[in-house]
C-alpha cells in the first residue's frame, strides 16, 4: 500500500474523533478494556443510588426511634410495638437486648447472673450486624476506585504498543497517522478515571454516613445498657430484700 495513500486515510480518520468512532478502532483488548470500566462504573453508580437511599432510610428511622424511646412511653409497649415487625438500626438494638432481658425473667433467679455482660454482647453484635448491612458492597467502590487507572492504563498501554506496530508495518510516522491510534489508546484511561473518580468520591462519603450511624448506635446502645443495668441492680436488691 502506498505510504501516502496511508497517511491520508489516517488524516481522515483523525477527523472524525467521536467516542463512539475511538472505541470501534480500537483493538479489541482495548475493547474489552473499555467495556469492563463502562460495565463498572454502572455497578458503582447503582451501588451509589441504593446505598444513599438505604442511609437515608436508616437515619429516619432512627430518629423515628428515638423520638418513641425517649418520649417517656413503656419500655414495655415499645417493644411489643416492634417485636413483632422487621426493624432495623436502633431498633433492632433495642429488641434483641429486650428479648435478652425477657428471657431472664423466664428462667430462675440465678438468670440475673452475668445479665448485663449478655445485653452489652448482645448490642455489640446487633451493632456489627447492622453496620456489616449498611457497609456491604462498599468494598466494590473502593476496589474500583482503586483498580479502575490501572486497568484503563493497562488498555492505554496495549492500545499505543498496537498503534506502534501498525505505525511499523506502513513505515509512516507523519502525526496523521499516530494520533489516532494514540488518542484511541487513551480514550481507555479516561474510562478508567470516569470509573474511578465518582468511586473514590461516594466511598468516603458513604463511608462517613456509615460511620456516622454506627456511632450514633453505640452511643444508644451505652445509654439503653446503663438503662438496664440499672433496672437489674434493682430487681437484684428486691431479690435481697425478699431473701432476708
Excluded: C
Excluded at 53 to 59: C, E, G, Q, Y
Excluded at 106 to 114: D, H, L, Q
Excluded at 188 to 204: E, H, K, Q, S, V
Aim: charged share 15%; no cysteine; glycine share 4%.
Amino acid at each position: 500500500m502506498n505510504p501516502a495513500d496511508v497517511a491520508s486515510g489516517a488524516l481522515q480518520a483523525s477527523t472524525e474523533v467521536s467516542f463512539w468512532h475511538m472505541f470501534w478502532q480500537a483493538h479489541f483488548v482495548v475493547k474489552a478494556v473499555m467495556i469492563g470500566l463502562l460495565a463498572a462504573s454502572v455497578w458503582s453508580w447503582a451501588i451509589i443510588v441504593n446505598k444513599f437511599i438505604l442511609l437515608s432510610n436508616a437515619k429516619k428511622s432512627m430518629d423515628r426511634f428515638e423520638e418513641s424511646f425517649w418520649s417517656g412511653n413503656s419500655l414495655e409497649d415499645l417493644y411489643q410495638s416492634l417485636s413483632n415487625r422487621p426493624t432495623t438500626a436502633m431498633a433492632s438494638l433495642f429488641v434483641a437486648a429486650m428479648r435478652e432481658w425477657k428471657r431472664s425473667f423466664t428462667g430462675a433467679a440465678s438468670s440475673f447472673m452475668g445479665l448485663q455482660a449478655r445485653i452489652e454482647k448482645v448490642l455489640d453484635v446487633s451493632i456489627a450486624r447492622e453496620v456489616e448491612r449498611l457497609e456491604s458492597q462498599l468494598l466494590v467502590l473502593a476496589s474500583v476506585a482503586s483498580a479502575g487507572p490501572f486497568v484503563g492504563l493497562f488498555g492505554t498501554v496495549w492500545g499505543i504498543m498496537s498503534s506502534f506496530r501498525s505505525i511499523a508495518a506502513s513505515k509512516n510516522t507523519s502525526l496523521a497517522v499516530v494520533a489516532p491510534g494514540i488518542a484511541e489508546a487513551l480514550f481507555a484511561t479516561a474510562i478508567g478515571l470516569f470509573a474511578a473518580i465518582p468511586a473514590l468520591i461516594f466511598y468516603n462519603i458513604l463511608s462517613g454516613k456509615v460511620a456516622r450511624s454506627q456511632a450514633r448506635m453505640e452511643s444508644f446502645a451505652d445509654e439503653f445498657s446503663s438503662i438496664l443495668s440499672r433496672q437489674i441492680d434493682h430487681h437484684v436488691a428486691n431479690e435481697r430484700d425478699r431473701a432476708a
